[in-house]
């Protein structure tokens, strides 16, 4: 079946199956950022932003985005400027094997949008669907909250 | 060896990786990021049985099937029996493994696979393979295997490397330093305690993935989520029986490892899929396919008995670990090994020592390498028995530390008697700030004031624990790496390591310290790591090795290139060489003229006496200097339902110099989350018939967000003589203090010794009713 | 492995059921599509899209009653004003434990009851709170939540399309607790309590055990303990003490039936424990 999407700002018109996943869509299409790491709903590194929420791209038929905006980490930066988000996990080392960052950062994208000003324990649940193995989760929650002032600034980077 | 400088430029400072942006973009750096026309996708066909012999398998459906191009079995691909262990050479774990055989050991084990033109394909051709099983009986607990009349795991002729295979005995260690029996007589007080773990795993959020592909001169290319490129190299060769310089290993960026990914997995059959097909193939493990036949940490029974003065000065310790390795004896020796050789010589003022142990053959999923190596299983009853000492003896556990801890100045016996399954290296420890990590964490937990009050809120009674510990840093007299440096004429180095950065940052620090050698800031360094073909021999990612031993062969390799850039640069200063500095991407002389390292450079490669300025060193350790830690957890028990909750924990260690404090911590606090999990809610359950029954995340247990205490990493800083900057390695560590230090500190709120793992509320529970009557 | 051969969107309800009923076994209803990829057997070949036929509204009715789509997404509904208003914040105190952020952007109200996984959060709550739910099958019906679950098996071959809360009375008291292995996590059993407390004492009492491993499940007996009780300390230990020995409690890989058998006593006395000290504010 055909399906008419907007990734990343455009629009695109797909050939799929109905039972794909958009996870395996978006790879075969380019979005290698879009990671697999369960396919089961449970690490989140498929996390990609679906008409603005973050949902786990592996459990969502890709017959399913029809007519919807994703948003994938490919789409975040603009040129050689890095979204905050993004800028805040590198200074704050959270980036170890980088395998979960993606999901991890548009689930973080997701949690400014509806929520500039986000506590710890805010923080620690938006994210409590994606795991890691490499951190202590400890410099993503200081990146986020460096996000946070910087985007509440109005800041494009640190 | 030089001082420690008066302060570094590179080092020591929290640089951005050098891979980072390419990371966080999301840019298609992985494995499975590559796609290339024509691939074959490849699936496994896993035993359903713990222990069988294959007596008729029919592949025709398969191969018939549209789509289907290569079906492999064991009648079709070679029998060389090889181990999957990727540690140097001769490795130390036995040959008991072919990549196919009409005998499968464990749940899961590989009867055949199948490459296809879709995953989907290849799901559908491996339900059409027939194959005829005869079940034998399986030993599917470790009492069972050493008993007369046991299942033979390995009765196969042509394995070797095994220490009695008809006792399913994969290794035998026993070593003895003085008489612990005349040691135990003279004590005042004994403890004895036993303890056993559980099957973990490692989980990295990436599985195991490898592309193969054939190059333009139709060598094999091997694009794999590896720690070991090299081995894999050398294993592959042997596994298939084609010459070593056929086979190119690239290791892109690596989704995590923590030791699973030192083993050779599944590069023989994508590879031979290639070679025959002449087509990519890609596999990718699926998250369940990770969990029933990938590698996990060698579950444990370890006794360990200390006899003591009545003044805590530790007469004897001895140690007797049965490790169960599984199916195949994957690093069966050497974990096992390595449960004392890393942790008896902490204690090393006790003068009756013993160790001994086994690794035993069962029917159940296979041990492999996982981050502390058999020091993590080792730490949790000796650590917990000096807990149960001090209590004994009316002492503070931290002054029961204190006064038998190794110090600088100082060796341990165990260290020549016991190394990698061989016998060790001696060595005196050089650096060691342990009794300051004791008490800045000691200080930061609230010890003082906490210890033994039992605080009561609700239904949760709070305590705190210790415990201390060393590992090491890479195998002395037995790792090897190499790297090399050359220059640009813009005054850019590229630095080309055989090092393996799977997501620890180690082209990041080792950048660091050459660019801290060579005066110039990171962005002139240039990272290429782990390209058989373009970079230069190293060992891979294991045993701690990396910024000891990798980052002691940059900063030699760095130093000669300094050196000749100093020749290069006197000329043209007037100067003498030996009094150039090079900083600020520059040469200085004494009088304050300086020339740039892209003038040197352009000189060398257009004027006069042109070479290329450029060097290859390597590393071969002579010694392992340990790193120290001091682990301080305070928990609070839930009396209604067992529940365990780490209400704050508190990490001490030292390092050395931490090249990039970041990077250190990040080291620390992902061991010690992993360790917390390890401890608390980790556990693979096996049915009675040997099949892992929770191979998912959502019945796997690891940490996520919400079940992190808050953390106090705090690096304590020493100098290592011997090191790269002062550096000692810090990979590894961390995961050893949680389970110690967790279940000391529930004995501190409930009174009770957990001897298994993982401390879930039901066995907290039962314990203390097995406590209270 | 999936055999789907075609994703439906449907212009209607009607034809939505004509799909379902002409396929059979072979159609999925699809609402957030998070568990349909997962669980769904083989046999199914059509996956019936209706998100963008259900409601997606959650209004308050009957002055305090709320009636919510079963478009709704679980985040949706845990961000609406009403919802977070309805008795005293506890949609809200569940849904937060449900799965994760990830999982809730996507999951739908109806697709939680349609799934009736035996673990559901969802379920033990609305269970306690008496829900209706409004399904289509060619025609509007309406049954208790309850009455539905008794044959579960059907619960996903009927077009959910709405859920209404009752109006709770004055002091009426309503809890839930829920015991994980981790903070992400289905629980090893949960729990949720609902009762209205006048001077007669406890009335209008619910009881509701789930994830024990059987899906939630009023226990009669534990409610019956309750009932008439003003909710002293030896009243709610009675109780917690039924709860225990009333459960089905069976072993599974999250926990043994033992180790259930306490947290449900553990869970109805949190719960009751913290009602009562409500009812006495």
């Given at each position: 079946?055909?399906?008419?999407?907007?990734?990343?700002?455009?629009?695109?018109?797909?050939?799929?199956?109905?039972?794909?996943?958009?996870?395996?869509?978006?790879?075969?299409e380019?979005?290698?950022g879009v990671?697999?790491?369960?396919?089961?709903?449970?690490?989140?590194?498929?996390a990609?932003?679906f008409?603005?929420?973050?949902?786990?791209?592996?459990?969502?038929?890709?017959?399913?985005?029809?007519?919807?905006?994703?948003l994938?980490i490919e789409?975040?930066a603009t040129?050689?400027?890095?979204h905050p988000?993004?800028e805040a996990?590198?200074?704050?080392?959270?980036?170890?094997?980088?395998?979960?960052?993606?999901?991890?950062?548009?689930?973080?994208?997701?949690?400014?949008?509806?929520?500039?000003?986000?506590?710890?324990?805010?923080?620690?649940e938006?994210l409590?669907?994606?795991?890691?193995r490499?951190?202590g989760?400890?410099?993503?929650?200081?990146?986020?909250?460096?996000?946070?002032?910087?985007m509440?600034?109005?800041?494009?980077?640190? | 060896?030089?001082?420690?400088?008066k302060?570094?430029?590179t080092?020591?400072?929290?640089?951005?990786?050098?891979?980072g942006?390419?990371l966080?973009?999301?840019?298609p750096?992985?494995?499975?990021?590559?796609?290339?026309?024509?691939?074959?996708?490849?699936?496994i066909l896993?035993?359903?049985?713990?222990?069988?012999?294959?007596t008729?398998?029919?592949?025709?459906?398969?191969?018939?099937m549209p789509g289907?191009?290569?079906?492999?079995?064991?009648?079709?691909t070679?029998?060389?029996?090889?181990?999957?262990?990727?540690?140097?050479?001769?490795?130390?774990?036995?040959y008991?493994?072919r990549?196919f055989?009409?005998?499968?050991?464990?749940?899961?084990?590989?009867?055949?696979?199948?490459?296809?033109e879709s995953?989907?394909?290849?799901?559908?051709?491996?339900?059409?393979?027939?194959?005829?099983y005869?079940?034998?009986?399986?030993?599917l607990?470790?009492?069972?295997?050493?008993?007369?009349?046991?299942?033979?795991?390995?009765?196969?002729a042509?394995?070797t490397?095994?220490y009695?295979?008809?006792?399913?005995?994969v290794a035998?260690?026993?070593?003895?330093?003085g008489?612990?029996?005349?040691?135990?007589?003279?004590?005042?007080?004994?403890?004895?305690?036993?303890?056993?773990?559980?099957?973990?795993?490692?989980?990295?959020i990436?599985?195991?993935?490898?592309?193969?592909?054939?190059?333009?001169?139709?060598?094999?290319?091997?694009?794999t989520?590896?720690?070991?490129?090299?081995?894999?190299?050398?294993?592959?060769?042997q596994?298939?029986?084609?010459?070593?310089?056929?086979?190119?290993?690239?290791?892109?960026?690596?989704?995590?490892?923590?030791?699973?990914?030192?083993?050779?997995?599944?590069?023989?059959?994508?590879?031979?899929?290639t070679?025959?097909?002449?087509?990519?193939?890609?596999?990718?493990?699926?998250?369940?396919e990770?969990?029933a036949?990938?590698?996990?940490?060698h579950?444990?029974?370890?006794?360990?008995?200390?006899?003591?003065?009545?003044?805590?000065?530790?007469?004897?310790?001895?140690m007797?670990?049965?490790?169960?390795?599984?199916?195949?004896?994957?690093?069966?020796?050497?974990?096992?090994?390595?449960?004392?050789?890393?942790?008896?010589?902490?204690?090393?003022?006790?003068?009756?020592?013993?160790?001994?142990?086994?690794?035993?053959?069962?029917?159940?999923?296979?041990?492999?390498?996982?981050?502390?190596?058999?020091?993590?299983q080792?730490?949790?009853?000796?650590?917990?028995?000096?807990?149960e000492?001090?209590?004994?003896?009316?002492m503070?556990?931290?002054?029961?530390?204190?006064?038998?801890?190794?110090?600088?100045?100082?060796?341990?016996?165990?260290?020549?008697?016991?190394?990698?399954?061989r016998?060790?290296?001696?060595?005196?420890?050089?650096?060691?700030?342990?009794?300051?990590c004791?008490?800045?964490?000691?200080?930061r937990?609230?010890?003082?004031?906490?210890?033994?009050?039992?605080?009561?809120?609700?239904?949760?009674?709070?305590?705190?624990?210790?415990?201390?510990?060393?590992?090491?840093?890479?195998?002395?007299?037995?790792?090897?790496?190499?790297?090399?440096?050359?220059?640009?004429?813009?005054?850019?180095?590229?630095?080309?390591?055989?090092?393996?950065?799977?997501?620890?940052?180690?082209?990041?620090?080792?950048?660091?310290?050459?660019?801290?050698?060579?005066g110039v800031?990171?962005?002139?360094?240039?990272?290429?790591?782990?390209d058989?073909?373009?970079?230069?021999?190293?060992?891979?990612?294991?045993?701690?090795?990396t910024?000891?031993?990798?980052?002691?062969?940059?900063?030699?390799?760095?130093e000669?290139?300094?050196?000749?850039i100093?020749?290069?640069?006197?000329?043209?200063?007037?100067?003498?060489?030996?009094?150039?500095?090079?900083?600020?991407?520059?040469?200085?002389?004494?009088?304050?003229?300086?020339?740039?390292?892209?003038?040197v450079?352009?000189?060398?490669?257009?004027?006069?006496?042109?070479?290329?300025?450029?060097?290859?060193?390597?590393?071969?350790?002579?010694?392992?200097?340990p790193?120290?830690?001091?682990?301080?957890?305070?928990?609070?028990?839930?009396?209604?339902t067992?529940?365990?909750?780490v209400?704050h924990?508190?990490?001490?260690?030292?390092?050395?110099?931490?090249?990039n404090?970041?990077?250190?911590?990040?080291?620390?606090?992902?061991a010690?989350?992993?360790?917390i999990?390890?401890?608390l809610?980790?556990?693979?359950?096996?049915?009675?018939?040997?099949?892992?029954?929770?191979?998912?995340?959502?019945?796997?247990?690891i940490?996520?967000?919400?079940?992190?205490?808050?953390?106090?990493?705090i690096?304590?800083?020493?100098?290592?003589?011997?090191?790269?900057?002062?550096?000692?390695?810090?990979?590894?560590?961390?995961?050893?203090?949680?389970?110690?230090?967790?279940?000391?500190?529930?004995?501190?709120?409930?009174?009770?010794?957990?001897?298994?793992?993982?401390?879930?509320?039901e066995?907290?529970?039962n314990?203390?009713k097995?406590?209270?009557? | 492995?999936?055999?789907?051969?075609?994703y439906?969107?449907?212009?209607?309800?009607?034809?939505?059921?004509r799909?379902l009923?002409?396929?059979?076994?072979?159609?999925?209803?699809?609402?957030?599509?998070?568990?349909?990829?997962l669980f769904?057997?083989?046999?199914?070949?059509?996956?019936?899209?209706?998100?963008?036929?259900?409601?997606?509204s959650?209004?308050?009715?009957?002055?305090?009653?709320?009636?919510?789509?079963?478009?709704?997404?679980?985040?949706?509904?845990?961000?609406?004003?009403?919802?977070?208003?309805?008795?005293?914040?506890i949609?809200?105190?569940?849904?937060?434990?449900?799965?994760?952020?990830?999982?809730?952007?996507?999951?739908?109200?109806?697709g939680a009851?349609?799934?009736?996984?035996?673990?559901?959060?969802?379920?033990?709550?609305?269970?306690?709170?008496?829900?209706?739910?409004?399904?289509?099958?060619?025609?509007?019906?309406?049954?208790?939540?309850?009455?539905?679950?008794?044959?579960?098996?059907?619960?996903d071959?009927?077009?959910?399309?709405?859920?209404?809360?009752?109006?709770?009375?004055?002091?009426?008291?309503?809890?839930?607790?829920k015991?994980?292995?981790?903070?992400f996590?289905?629980?090893?059993?949960?729990?949720?309590?609902?009762?209205?407390?006048?001077?007669?004492?406890?009335?209008?009492?619910?009881?509701?055990?789930?994830?024990?491993?059987d899906?939630?499940?009023?226990?009669?007996?534990?409610e019956?303990?309750?009932?008439?009780?003003?909710?002293?300390?030896s009243?709610?230990?009675?109780?917690?003490?039924?709860a225990?020995?009333?459960?089905p409690?069976?072993?599974?890989?999250?926990?043994?039936?033992?180790?259930?058998?306490?947290?449900?006593?553990?869970?109805?006395?949190?719960?009751?424990?913290?009602?009562?000290?409500?009812?006495?504010?």
């Amino acid at each position: 079946m055909t399906m008419t999407l907007t990734i990343n700002g455009k629009k695109r018109t797909l050939t799929i199956d109905p039972g794909e996943k958009l996870l395996d869509v978006l790879r075969r299409e380019g979005y290698m950022g879009v990671k697999k790491g369960c396919g089961a709903g449970d690490c989140g590194a498929c996390a990609v932003l679906f008409n603005g929420r973050a949902v786990n791209s592996c459990l969502v038929f890709a017959a399913k985005a029809e007519g919807a905006e994703i948003l994938t980490i490919e789409g975040l930066a603009t040129g050689e400027v890095l979204h905050p988000v993004q800028e805040a996990f590198l200074q704050e080392g959270a980036v170890q094997c980088g395998y979960c960052t993606p999901g991890m950062v548009m689930a973080t994208i997701d949690l400014l949008s509806r929520n500039p000003d986000p506590s710890e324990p805010e923080i620690r649940e938006a994210l409590s669907g994606n795991l890691c193995r490499c951190t202590g989760y400890v410099k993503q929650v200081n990146a986020v909250q460096r996000a946070a002032e910087w985007m509440k600034g109005g800041e494009t980077r640190g | 060896m030089a001082d420690r400088p008066k302060r570094f430029v590179t080092v020591g400072k929290n640089l951005r990786k050098v891979d980072g942006t390419a990371l966080i973009t999301g840019k298609p750096e992985f494995v499975a990021d590559l796609q290339l026309p024509n691939t074959l996708h490849v699936k496994i066909l896993g035993s359903p049985y713990a222990h069988a012999r294959i007596t008729s398998i029919d592949v025709r459906d398969a191969e018939a099937m549209p789509g289907v191009v290569c079906v492999l079995t064991h009648l079709n691909t070679p029998a060389t029996r090889h181990t999957t262990a990727g540690q140097g050479y001769p490795e130390p774990s036995p040959y008991d493994t072919r990549m196919f055989e009409n005998k499968v050991r464990f749940v899961g084990d590989r009867v055949a696979a199948v490459a296809a033109e879709s995953e989907a394909i290849a799901e559908a051709a491996l339900k059409v393979i027939r194959v005829d099983y005869e079940e034998l009986p399986a030993v599917l607990a470790i009492d069972e295997a050493r008993v007369d009349g046991a299942p033979v795991i390995h009765d196969e002729a042509d394995s070797t490397g095994i220490y009695d295979a008809g006792r399913n005995i994969v290794a035998d260690v026993d070593i003895d330093v003085g008489d612990v029996a005349a040691g135990f007589a003279e004590s005042d007080e004994i403890v004895e305690m036993t303890c056993e773990t559980q099957y973990a795993q490692h989980t990295p959020i990436e599985t195991h993935v490898v592309l193969s592909y054939l190059d333009s001169a139709n060598r094999l290319v091997l694009r794999t989520s590896t720690q070991v490129p090299f081995h894999v190299r050398r294993i592959v060769a042997q596994t298939l029986d084609i010459p070593m310089q056929q086979i190119r290993v690239i290791k892109p960026r690596i989704g995590g490892g923590f030791g699973t990914k030192q083993e050779i997995l599944l590069e023989d059959i994508v590879g031979l899929i290639t070679l025959r097909t002449g087509q990519p193939a890609l596999i990718s493990l699926s998250r369940q396919e990770e969990f029933a036949a990938s590698r996990t940490r060698h579950p444990m029974r370890v006794r360990v008995k200390l006899g003591a003065n009545s003044d805590g000065r530790l007469n004897a310790i001895e140690m007797e670990a049965t490790s169960n390795t599984g199916a195949y004896g994957s690093h069966g020796l050497t974990v096992l090994a390595n449960t004392g050789s890393k942790t008896l010589p902490l204690y090393n003022k006790a003068p009756h020592a013993h160790f001994y142990g086994q690794a035993i053959y069962t029917n159940l999923p296979v041990g492999g390498a996982y981050r502390g190596y058999g020091a993590t299983q080792g730490y949790y009853p000796l650590e917990m028995a000096m807990d149960e000492l001090a209590v004994r003896l009316n002492m503070d556990p931290i002054d029961l530390r204190t006064l038998n801890h190794i110090r600088v100045g100082e060796t341990s016996p165990i260290f020549e008697k016991l190394g990698e399954g061989r016998e060790g290296v001696s060595q005196t420890v050089k650096s060691c700030e342990l009794p300051r990590c004791i008490e800045i964490g000691a200080e930061r937990i609230g010890w003082a004031k906490k210890r033994g009050k039992r605080l009561k809120i609700g239904p949760w009674v709070h305590g705190v624990g210790m415990s201390i510990m060393m590992q090491g840093s890479g195998i002395p007299e037995i790792d090897m790496a190499a790297a090399t440096i050359k220059m640009n004429e813009d005054g850019s180095f590229n630095l080309l390591i055989g090092a393996t950065d799977l997501g620890t940052g180690s082209d990041t620090i080792l950048a660091q310290i050459a660019a801290e050698v060579l005066g110039v800031p990171l962005t002139k360094m240039l990272v290429t790591s782990s390209d058989t073909d373009y970079t230069p021999f190293d060992v891979g990612a294991y045993a701690s090795s990396t910024t000891y031993v990798s980052g002691m062969a940059v900063q030699k390799a760095a130093e000669q290139v300094r050196d000749q850039i100093r020749a290069v640069a006197a000329p043209l200063l007037k100067a003498e060489a030996e009094r150039l500095e090079l900083r600020d991407d520059a040469v200085h002389d004494p009088s304050g003229d300086q020339v740039s390292l892209a003038r040197v450079c352009q000189r060398a490669m257009y004027e006069t006496d042109q070479f290329q300025i450029g060097a290859t060193a390597s590393c071969v350790p002579t010694e392992s200097p340990p790193p120290f830690l001091a682990n301080f957890a305070e928990v609070a028990v839930n009396t209604e339902t067992g529940k365990v909750k780490v209400v704050h924990y508190v990490a001490a260690v030292d390092c050395g110099v931490a090249i990039n404090p970041h990077m250190a911590e990040g080291q620390m606090e992902g061991a010690i989350v992993n360790g917390i999990g390890y401890a608390l809610t980790e556990e693979m359950i096996l049915s009675s018939k040997g099949r892992v029954r929770n191979p998912s995340f959502f019945d796997y247990k690891i940490p996520g967000m919400l079940d992190v205490p808050p953390m106090d990493i705090i690096l304590v800083e020493s100098y290592e003589p011997t090191g790269p900057m002062g550096a000692k390695s810090v990979g590894e560590i961390g995961i050893n203090g949680p389970i110690p230090t967790i279940a000391n500190a529930i004995y501190d709120a409930v009174g009770v010794r957990l001897t298994e793992t993982p401390f879930t509320p039901e066995r907290v529970l039962n314990a203390m009713k097995a406590v209270s009557g | 492995m999936s055999n789907i051969k075609t994703y439906q969107r449907p212009a209607s309800l009607e034809d939505a059921w004509r799909l379902l009923s002409e396929e059979g076994k072979t159609a999925k209803l699809v609402g957030g599509a998070v568990d349909v990829g997962l669980f769904a057997p083989p046999e199914v070949a059509t996956l019936i899209d209706l998100s963008h036929l259900l409601s997606t509204s959650v209004e308050s009715r009957d002055g305090g009653g709320l009636v919510i789509g079963a478009g709704v997404t679980l985040t949706e509904l845990l961000e609406s004003p009403q919802a977070q208003a309805y008795g005293g914040g506890i949609l809200v105190t569940m849904l937060r434990q449900v799965a994760s952020p990830l999982l809730r952007n996507a999951a739908t109200l109806g697709g939680a009851l349609a799934s009736t996984h035996p673990w559901s959060d969802v379920i033990t709550l609305l269970l306690a709170l008496d829900a209706q739910v409004r399904r289509y099958s060619g025609h509007p019906e309406e049954a208790a939540l309850e009455t539905l679950l008794e044959s579960r098996g059907t619960m996903d071959r009927v077009i959910i399309s709405e859920v209404s809360l009752p109006r709770l009375e004055e002091r009426t008291y309503i809890d839930f607790e829920k015991f994980v292995r981790t903070g992400f996590d289905v629980g090893m059993l949960n729990c949720a309590c609902r009762m209205s407390l006048s001077d007669d004492g406890c009335a209008n009492v619910r009881v509701v055990l789930g994830g024990t491993p059987d899906i939630a499940r009023r226990s009669p007996d534990v409610e019956a303990a309750i009932a008439g009780t003003s909710l002293t300390a030896s009243d709610i230990e009675k109780a917690a003490a039924v709860a225990s020995e009333s459960i089905p409690a069976r072993d599974d890989v999250r926990a043994s039936g033992a180790y259930r058998r306490i947290l449900a006593k553990a869970g109805v006395r949190r719960c009751l424990q913290r009602m009562a000290q409500k009812a006495g504010e």
